[in-house]
């Protein structure tokens, strides 16, 4: 017999609910690194840097963090 936290993890709520703060976690490692890349770069970071960063994804925290590479300012980083 499985027990009651085998049982769990097999629920469907349990994966989605693991997959989506697995996810989270992997997005704000990222934005951690991106933050320390852009301080390294430029410097202190002004507030309106600091709130795009808090609730980007991962797919958009990646391609600022291949912009910072060459960008010669935060505001070609984050250009739309």
Request: glycine share 6%.
């Amino acid at each position: 017999m499985l027990g009651l936290d085998t049982e769990l993890k097999q629920t469907r709520f349990y994966q989605e609910v693991f997959a989506k703060v697995r996810i989270e976690g992997e997005a704000r490692g990222e934005a951690r690194l991106l933050r320390k890349q852009l301080i390294r770069r430029f410097g202190a970071l002004p507030a309106w840097v600091e709130a795009k960063l808090a609730p980007a994804d991962s797919a958009q925290l990646e391609m600022w963090g291949e912009r910072v590479l060459e960008a010669r300012s935060l505001e070609t980083v984050f250009a739309e």
